[in-house]
């Protein structure tokens, strides 16, 4: 499995990912799911991807060459390399998916395996502004809004609380990153599926091109950092909420309260009970 994140804030683009694959308890290694494309001064693009590691590879493989034509276009078919916008770029990876599943999808079929692929693709061309964008098995995609201003791939549910609470489309890149790097400390405490070594990027707006390109490993002393401060931040702000009252001892914050518009559940104590 994996855990891959991209943040697109005004001041620029986060991107997270673990890179533990596996089929099995027995067989369990480390790919890398991230992969930058950069021209400096015209384009810097970013790739995640989850899923099955043959297509996603595939699709990896082929995107670097895969040109998109058009109808009614004049000039040479479009790549990631000439896309005049993101827009452009993820059409052509939305193209690089459907090329592997024209030519693989049916044999995978047979196999009983599913084309289970989808990326999160993220960026900047010269001449727009940043776009994020996240890639289903179909090839189609949706792109982030100031409503939404990240995706999640892959073991995504236990990582997005601590998301959905911080970020805002002001909030400063640093505090993004960090926000990222909680969310997948989250992520792997519950889920052995889900490890490192990480691979971050941070792309500052309107640069393009970036080196912030971080390897983060067992023995990073940040990251180190983030995993025990923020269980041990955890557990005081736990240990400093008020515990239910169940008497009827004063306290500022009574559980035992009438739900207003619905009733207590109700206890069966026969068989011959009905449920309503």
């Given amino acids: 499995m994996t855990y891959c994140v991209g943040i697109k804030l005004n001041a620029g683009l986060v991107f997270l990912s673990d890179s533990r694959t596996n ?6 290694s480390t790919f890398r799911k991230t992969i930058v494309y950069e021209q400096p001064g015209d384009r810097t693009m970013v790739l995640l991807s989850a899923g099955n590691l043959s297509i996603s590879q595939s699709v990896r493989e082929i995107l670097q060459i895969e040109e998109l034509e058009e109808r009614g276009r004049e000039g040479p078919p479009i790549t990631i390399w000439n896309a005049r916008s993101m827009f452009d770029a993820a059409r052509v990876l939305g193209s690089a998916v459907r090329h592997v599943y024209d030519r693989d999808g049916e044999a995978l079929k047979a196999a009983g395996v599913d084309f289970n692929v989808s990326f999160i693709l993220g960026g900047q061309v010269k001449g727009e502004g940043m776009r994020l964008f996240l890639v289903y098995s179909a090839g189609n995609f949706i792109e982030a809004t100031p409503e939404t201003p990240y995706f ?6 236990y990582g997005k609380p601590v998301l959905d609470r911080v970020l805002t489309p002001d909030t400063p890149l640093d505090e993004a990153a960090k926000c990222a790097l909680v969310s997948m400390d989250s992520t792997m405490k519950s889920n052995l599926s889900v490890g490192l070594p990480l691979d971050l990027v941070v792309y500052e707006a309107n640069r393009l091109q970036t080196d912030k390109v971080i390897c983060i490993d067992a023995d990073n002393p940040y990251f180190r950092m983030i995993r025990d401060g923020w269980g041990r931040k955890l557990r005081e702000v736990f240990d400093s909420l008020e515990d239910p009252v169940w ?19 109700r206890k069966i104590s026969t068989r011959d009970e009905k449920l309503i």
């Fill in 23 to 28: 089929a099995g308890v027995d067989h369990i």
């Fill in 152 to 157: 999640q791939i892959g073991e995504a549910k």
């Fill in 247 to 265: 008497n009827d001892d004063h306290t500022a914050h009574p559980l035992k309260m009438p739900a207003g518009r619905h009733g207590a559940l």
